[in-house]
């Protein structure tokens, strides 16, 4: 060696040092329909070949079952850490970053496991609860108050009407719950070996029981639903992180042994962050399973009088919900319940002819002229009217309609249910943004882009992302290592308005709108 090293020195040349090890950040996406999780390099591109996922199923009732879906995320980490290991080199996780469809919310017993489903959002069954919760607070003239207060409506999709129907309809159940967690919560304090770990302000955000000016939960509502404050666990930022796994998981991922987990955050905020909204200057537009229309927002400073500064909260605008990113950023927009699902499901029922010619045949025909008016409520809706009974309903049928034509007004219609977010988004937005889409309805749906644009009557550009809710989570957690961070992904396609379809669409959702009341009731 000592010769070696001489031999180095006489021909001018110096010993190289040992490579670095390749810094990777671990990126798990709980998904309503899947469980994904990706090894991200530090400038925010994945790398290729890590992505390990597995399916996931809700029961018919919108829950999920803890004791099928924390194994499984068990098993998908397990294959991502072999994908990565496969690859050879040496390498360092130097965080774990996540976030998880929103809401999840289970309860867990004082030793820790779970007694209950994982509900959702789409846990339609406290309809009766939500109703009266609601009634009862406008008899109180409290509801537009709790709508602020905490950002969230009251509706089946959040935690206050679905803990009032456990409690009227299983006690039992209930009074079995020593503690509440989100999904995410839950799996982090079983592989510490404890029985409760910390939930951030994004994911409480998504129960429904945060409040905004405290950033904690919301007392009144806590003691109104009959839940016990300490029953909760202690709310943070996302970017508080904790070190440190039990057996078996110290054994089977010992890559992660000394990586940071932060905190999970709603998936939202990852596709926002994912696609290169993080302003009020674009505006990310998502359909996947659902869809969702939501801008980032600053946390603005007002003066106290002292001159001290306090976080000063923008209005929620009405129909809307706004959830906290961490405690400087807000999430603001809506969310349906259905986007992609419709089609999916009206391919299905219709069957009549393969996707591709089904789409083709929608594409041929002009804007709204197959005499349809939809409600797009397969599942019921969710922003901006929150109807807890709404249902699909399809108006104006003839033995003229032919499949293409229902295909072609469903994504009409679910693009107008857009255009009432977009326009209450509006008053937040920064002059000339723009919309940003994303997610895998619309990637290869050319003619669903097009009639959002002219829905709109502003262009929709489609950007080159992979995974962009996974992509988020990364970003995130490179802005919580306060680490550079990664160009917005690049625009691939633009759909521009056309001005004569949009005078159609104006028209279509005015008869919408009159469908809605007479259907729903809220005229």
């Known amino acids: ?10 021909s001018g040349t110096n010993p190289q040092p040992p490579e670095s090890p390749r810094q990777l950040i671990l990126a798990v996406d709980l998904g309503s ?8 390099q530090t400038n925010g591109l994945r790398l290729e070949g890590t992505t390990e996922f597995h399916p996931t199923e809700q029961s018919n009732d919108g829950t999920f079952d803890p004791q099928i879906l924390a194994p499984l995320t068990e098993d998908v980490i397990t294959g991502c850490l072999k994908r990565v290991r496969s690859l050879g080199g040496d390498f360092q996780f130097i965080a774990s970053a996540w976030t998880s469809f929103a809401m999840s919310w289970l309860g867990l017993d004082a030793a820790g496991n779970p007694v209950t ?10 309809g009766p609860y939500a109703d009266m919760l609601r009634s009862e607070l406008a008899r109180q003239d409290g509801l537009q108050d709790t709508w602020q207060r905490t950002g969230t409506p009251v509706h089946t999709a959040y935690a206050p009407a679905q803990l009032l129907r456990l409690a009227a309809e299983e006690p039992a159940l209930m009074t079995s719950v020593a503690g509440w967690r989100t999904l995410a919560s839950y799996l982090f304090s079983r592989w510490r070996g404890l029985a409760s770990a910390p939930i951030s302000n994004s994911e409480v955000g998504w129960t429904g029981l945060l409040n905004r000016n405290s950033i904690d939960w919301d007392e009144q509502l806590i003691q109104r639903i009959g839940i016990a404050s300490d029953q909760l ?4 930022d996302y970017t508080n992180s904790a070190v440190g796994l039990t057996e078996p998981w110290a054994s089977l991922w010992p890559e992660l042994v000394h990586t940071p987990f932060f905190l999970a955050v709603g998936d939202g905020v990852g596709a926002n962050l994912g696609s290169g909204c993080t302003d009020n200057r674009r505006i990310a537009l998502t359909i996947g399973t659902t869809g969702a229309m939501r801008v980032v927002i600053p946390a603005s400073s007002a003066s106290d009088g002292s001159g001290r500064t306090e976080p000063s909260l923008q209005q929620t605008p009405a129909g ?3 959830y906290p990113i961490d405690s400087h950023r807000w999430l603001v927009g809506g969310s349906l319940t259905d986007g992609g699902s419709l089609y999916s499901w009206l391919r299905d029922t219709l069957a009549s002819q393969d996707g591709e010619t089904l789409l083709a045949a929608a594409a041929e025909l002009t804007p709204d002229a197959h005499g349809l008016t939809i409600l797009p409520f397969l599942r019921g809706e969710r922003a901006p009217g929150w109807a807890t009974e709404a249902a699909l309903t399809i108006s104006g049928m003839s033995p003229a309609t032919t499949p293409a034509h229902i295909v072609r007004a469903s994504f009409e219609a679910v693009a107008l249910r857009f255009r009432l977010i977009f326009d ?21 749906n050319v003619l669903w882009r097009q009639i959002l644009a002219d829905v709109l009557q502003t262009p929709v550009h489609l950007v080159n992302v992979d995974e962009a809710t ?21 625009t691939v396609h633009t759909s521009m308005p056309d001005k004569d379809a949009g005078a159609f669409y104006a028209q279509a959702l005015r008869r919408q709108q009159d469908l809605y009341d007479r259907v729903i009731g809220l005229s």
């Open 1 to 10: 060696m000592a010769n070696s090293n001489l031999q180095d020195m006489q």
């Open 320 to 322: 809307l919900w706004s």
């Open 470 to 490: 996974s992509r988020g989570a990364a970003i995130l957690a490179l802005q919580a290592l306060n680490l550079p961070l990664p160009p917005d992904p690049p």
């Open 117 to 126: 489903p994982v509900y959702t959002y789409a846990d339609a069954r406290s």
């Open 424 to 444: 209450r988004l509006q008053p937040l937005l920064a002059p000339n943004s723009e919309i940003v889409a994303s997610g895998g309805a619309l990637q290869d």
């Open 233 to 236: 666990p202690a709310v943070l």
């Open 33 to 40: 329909s899947s469980v994904r999780a990706s090894a991200y």
